[in-house]
């Protein structure tokens, strides 16, 4: 039986969350990756009992995670970070910790997006760009043997770090998709075979949006082939308003005209899974037409 909740993501304030909650009474959480040490203690009444999972890091780290890394030190400050969250995990009761795995870069890579954005925007991914509005990945990136080099290297520190975090915390790694950017690495449903079996997953569906257009695959049957694997723990339910020419993240209404959310919801079926909503606007209205289109 799937289990219905929200992401943080979108939320600026304790206010925010109280009136959601009192809206939707029997809400449930995500925390969220940009929930400073601050702002996670404030809600902290509010939200204890009713988080899900955990998008790494909680609380906010200056960094991303970066398995993609052969760097020892930024591998090692990797691995401390997501451990940091593994520890919130454990303060809140969640064994889901959400995991954007890793980029093509051996260095640190900033959380804040005006950081993140200038080395994506920066020579070092220059190679890697199809499409310079937005950084959006070339179609054949996927094959490159840069991109295949650091991905099996990934691969294998995500399943080291799974075992540790597993016998130390209990929780449970669930790499997630990310959009098509010049840079980022885990895109497509090919790679899921490339991934460890000890790995859950994390399935974004706006992402996957957007990469459908970008690597040529079917998109429903890419959701199919996600939610077929056993290690399908979670879902990001969002859209944006890629159409192939336009191509961006915006993390918008699930519920938006013309985006393919039911089909998405009805594959699910039975499955144990946690159904995240990650949009950041319209958080009553998203969550009354999941509640809906559940059944």
């Known amino acids: 039986m799937s289990r219905k909740g929200m992401s943080l993501v979108g939320f600026k304030t304790a206010a925010e969350i109280a009136s959601y909650i009192e809206l939707c009474p029997d809400a449930r959480f995500e925390l969220s990756y940009n929930m400073s040490k601050c702002f996670l203690d404030e809600v902290e009444p509010l939200v204890r009992g009713r988080v899900m999972s955990l998008h790494a890091c909680v609380p906010s780290e200056p960094c991303f995670p970066n398995f993609g890394s052969f760097d020892p030190e930024v591998l090692a400050e990797s691995r401390d970070a997501v451990e940091r969250t593994a520890r919130t995990a454990v303060r809140y009761g ?34 890697y760009v199809g499409r310079t509005e937005g950084s959006i990945a070339r179609s054949d990136l996927l094959g490159m043997p840069g991109y295949k080099s650091r991905f099996s290297h990934m691969a294998e520190e995500l399943g080291e770090l799974q075992e540790v975090l597993g016998r130390r915390y209990g929780v449970r790694i669930a790499v997630e998709n990310l959009n098509p950017r010049a840079g980022y690495l885990n895109m497509s449903p090919d790679e899921l075979d490339l991934l460890p079996s000890c790995v859950s997953l994390c399935l974004d569906v706006g992402h996957l949006w957007i990469s459908h257009f970008v690597f040529d695959f079917d998109f429903l049957d890419a959701v199919a082939r996600y939610v077929s694997d056993k290690r399908l723990v979670s879902m990001h339910l969002h859209s944006n308003r890629s159409d192939g ?46 509640h809906e289109i559940c059944g």
Do not use: C, W
């Open 94 to 127: 969640a064994d889901i910790i959400v995991l954007h795995p890793g980029y093509l870069t051996d260095k640190r890579v900033g959380s804040r997006y005006e950081e993140r954005s200038r080395l994506m925007n920066g020579p070092e991914f220059a190679p």
């Open 245 to 290: 020419t336009i191509l961006e993240d915006g993390h918008n209404d699930f519920l938006a005209p013309g985006f393919p959310s039911r089909q998405i919801v009805s594959m699910v079926g039975g499955r144990d899974v946690n159904l995240v909503l990650e949009t950041v606007g319209n958080p009553v209205e998203n969550t009354r037409y999941l």
